[in-house]
């Protein structure tokens, strides 16, 4: 019966999918662009019906990998052959495409940065519908329509090799210790405006000669995104090798291949590298970027701090593990910041447990943990001896939580195992705004009020990112919600696991994303 159903599914992917009215059209807007380059080609070689087409062997191409050529190692001009599947620089005369063409008898490459399909060494474009699956694994293309049905309809995909996989929940390749960045990858692809944003891109226009690496970074992140949700994959998984790259020279090696990272650390400074390039090309009527709407929120502030104390004697109360004198008078001080995240901290484990106490592992509700921002009770940190105290003053459409499981003591990093018991649907923060209309100007209107009253924040779970084993060689995986079916999925590099929703509660989970609920 669910044979029945994929089947069914594959044929309603099938024909709804016209691959022809994405490069009709793109090959008309190259055709102008030749022009207004004023490129000298008297008349341009064209041929649709090459002899050559049946040397393409679909099922050893392979798209993700960096654009180098394999004899010259440059990334400039760069094309793929068809037959084998190697990277090559140029197509004309004395180049290594051509030269392959002679010795190989290999004749037909496709452009990786304009995806035209060429002859050689006979040197003519190809046009052939044939080719249109091809070069749309190369490069994907999406139109509104296509986006909108991605959270509505199902669409059931199969790759070459058999491999049944719904676009969106596609495994991404491990090279080496980078099973952080790959959850985080797979999380942020279920956030929808900066999916949508993603598939909506056009990369076909932009240069990437002395690109900054910025916004190269948002660029090969976009491309990464298409190709998870294509729903004519080639294969069953995605290689994320370009984006690595691309993070490893925008953060200054300070993400890498080879050296697993704590992601949190990469959410935000990837959240932060791609809201300044979108701040950078930002129109100046908008006031906020995409990022911003999607994922800020703002919290208050309030510090109990000694008067006229300085650092210096902060600093001796902390190193005395001692605590202020009950007669130094303090002053309050609010401020109110931004955030993309709220960190959650866990309660400390006891060194010390009971007979019947060995084998149990704690566990404490999400609701409990969330009091640290009711904005009541004050929280004394443990260096500076500042009572602090916060208060959320608005929420972003999608909640980033970040529990706390990791702590550096004298010696080494030691992880809290503590469960945290929360809700996947219908997780209600209403309690937690602050309503600034309530201790201010009490002379509002009945009618505002009453609006204010009736908004809810109601959140869904849509990502949940869990650390497994130890703190110092432990490994990351997510889990995902896919909306079309409503199921939940495991994903571990490359292993895509269909779970039931009661597993979803029961991990340690170390990064939350809920998406707010939308009342029509």
């Given amino acids: 019966m669910e044979r029945n159903h994929k089947d069914n599914l594959l044929k309603k992917r099938k024909a709804e999918i016209d691959l022809s009215q994405f490069y009709q059209k793109n090959q008309e807007e190259g055709d102008k662009t030749d022009q207004s380059n004023g490129e000298q080609q008297v008349q341009k070689r064209q041929r649709k019906d ?30 793929s052959c068809l037959t084998c599947g190697r990277y090559f620089q140029g197509k004309g005369k004395n ?38 699956d091809i070069k749309y694994n190369l490069l994907p293309l999406y139109n509104q329509q296509l986006v909108d049905k991605l959270d509505s309809e199902p669409i059931f995909s199969r790759a070459l090799d058999g491999t049944e996989f719904y676009p969106g929940c596609l495994g991404l390749n491990n090279l080496k210790q980078t099973d ?16 949508d944003f993603c598939l909506i891109y056009k990369l076909s226009g932009e240069n990437l000669n002395n ?18 949700w294509n729903p004519k994959n080639f294969k069953g998984h995605v290689s994320p090798h370009e984006v690595l790259q691309s993070i490893s020279q925008a953060s200054s090696k300070r993400f890498k291949i080879g050296e697993q990272k704590d992601p949190i650390n990469l959410l935000t400074w990837f959240l932060n590298t791609f809201n300044e390039d979108l701040a950078s090309k930002n129109s100046k009527g ?3 970027t995409m990022i911003e709407d999607t994922f800020q929120g703002e919290i208050e502030l309030s510090q109990l701090i000694p008067k006229n104390k300085d650092v210096n004697f902060l600093n001796k109360i902390a190193a005395m593990k001692t605590n202020v004198d009950v007669n130094v008078q303090y002053e309050m001080k609010n401020q109110k910041t931004k955030f993309f995240f709220l960190t959650l901290d866990l309660p400390q484990v006891p060194l010390f447990k009971e007979q019947n106490q060995l084998a ?19 929280i004394e940190e443990r260096v500076t001896a500042i009572k602090k105290k916060y208060r959320i003053v608005s929420l972003p459409k999608y909640l980033i939580i970040h529990i706390k499981r990791f702590h550096k003591n004298d010696y080494f ?3 809290n195992p503590t469960i945290v018991n929360f809700p996947i649907k219908n997780l209600d923060l209403t309690e937690y705004i602050w309503d600034q209309n309530s201790s201010g100007n009490k002379e509002e209107v009945n009618g505002d009020k009453a609006a204010t009253e009736k908004v809810s924040y109601k959140y869904d779970l849509v990502a949940n990112i869990i650390h497994d084993g ?34 979803v509660v029961v991990s340690e989970c170390y990064i939350l994303i809920f998406e707010r609920q939308i009342h029509n």
């Fill in 286 to 288: 908008k006031k906020q």
């Fill in 50 to 79: 090459c002899p050559y087409l049946g040397q393409i062997k679909r099922h050893v191409l392979d798209f993700d990998f960096e654009r180098q050529c394999s004899v010259t190692l440059s990334n400039l001009n760069i094309y």
């Fill in 360 to 378: 149990s592992i704690p566990q404490i509700p999400l609701m409990t943990l969330l009091k640290k921002f009711d904005g009541k009770s004050f």
């Fill in 470 to 503: 130890q703190a110092e060689d432990g490994k990351y995986r997510v889990q995902i919600h896919h909306k079309p079916t409503d199921q939940w999925y495991d994903i571990q590099d490359l292993h895509v696991n269909n779970i039931m929703p009661q597993q």
């Fill in 211 to 228: 690109v900054d690496p910025k916004h190269l970074l948002v660029l090969n992140f976009a491309e990464l995104v298409k190709k998870i």
């Fill in 180 to 195: 952080y960045v790959n959850v985080m990858i797979q999380a942020l692809c279920r956030i929808k405006p900066l999916r």
């Fill in 95 to 132: 180049t290594q495409a051509y030269t392959h063409s002679l010795e190989e008898a290999h004749n037909v490459y496709i452009n990786l940065h304009d995806s035209r399909v060429w002859c050689l060494p006979d040197n003519y474009e190809v046009e052939d519908a044939a080719l249109n």
């Fill in 413 to 415: 990093i030691e992880k």
